[in-house]
């Protein structure tokens, strides 16, 4: 039955592919001019130019680099926050709206103070996917911790459990599926945060391919590098999915 699903999913994703490449197709050099919106053929060839040169993969494995340093951080300084904010409610009272504060604020935005704070090497960038990804797996950790059910925290110190071991045997199980929802939806964000990051004086990765692309107007260029931001953020997150299944005390905490 699951591999029946997997099968049909997959049939079904291919199918939706196909269909916005048919439609995309058509619509080039009809519909819109072909300068503004490149032909698949044009858009493939570049992607065979670029990967001919290397281009393409450095520009990959670079940006690859920066989103998993940034999503380990911030997943790591995420899992504390939420847990420290969901738990303990004087502490929430005071940080809550710091925190509130902070998740309206873009990405985007902080380039300029982080080249200002960290000069313009490679810490400023893993630093602002890291920020993304900490505010999303903070609010999951969070909501998971104020979801635990009160009955079964009043059963647990009723049979005698210390509030440690009520943290470690009640609290941390309960939030584990929201915790691992966080952490699957911070990959997404972390990508999203990847091209703005990458404005901080780069000449490689695939935030800098599309701008410089687009002073260039090398248009298949550029949605060459959005359909590797795509690419690469789904697939990060199908090999997230794989992991966490395969991983036996990571599966049952998943929500399926």
């Known amino acids: 039955m699951f591999e029946q699903g997997i099968q049909r999913t997959l049939v079904v994703a291919t199918l939706s592919i196909l ?29 065979v130019t670029q990967s001919d040169s290397g281009l393409l993969w450095e520009s990959i494995s670079i940006s690859l680099w920066r989103v998993a340093w940034g999503w380990v951080l911030g997943v790591g300084v995420g899992i504390i926050t939420g847990l420290i904010l969901g738990q303990l409610r004087s502490v ?6 710091i925190f509130e504060f902070l998740k309206g604020v873009a990405p985007i ?13 490679e810490l400023p960038k893993v630093l602002i ?16 911790v104020r979801e635990v059910p009160k009955t079964r925290l009043r059963a647990a110190r009723c049979m005698g459990l210390s509030e440690l071991q009520v943290f470690c045997r009640i609290i941390l199980p309960s939030a584990a599926s929201y915790i691992l929802v966080g952490m699957r939806t ?6 999203i945060a990847l091209v703005s990051a990458e404005f901080i004086a780069v000449d490689k990765g695939i935030g800098f391919l599309i701008m410089d692309s687009r002073l260039n107007l090398q248009t298949s ?10 690419v690469l953020g ?21 929500r399926h």
Do not use: K
């Open 129 to 144: 996917i890291a920020y993304i990804t900490w505010v999303v797996v903070t609010v999951g950790t969070m909501t998971g």
């Open 19 to 47: 269909t916005g490449v048919i439609l995309w197709g058509l619509c080039s050099g009809t519909i819109v001019n072909e300068t503004l919106l490149p032909h698949p053929f044009s858009v493939w060839q570049e992607v």
């Open 92 to 97: 929430n009272a005071v940080m809550g709206p």
């Open 234 to 254: 789904a697939g990060s997150q199908i090999l997230y999915d794989v992991i966490t299944r395969q991983i036996p005390w990571l599966s049952r905490f998943r």
């Open 221 to 230: 260029l550029m949605v060459v590098g959005i359909i590797s931001l795509g």
């Open 186 to 191: 911070g990959i997404g964000f972390a990508f």
């Open 109 to 121: 935005s902080l380039v300029p103070i982080m080249i200002l704070w960290f000069g313009i090497g």
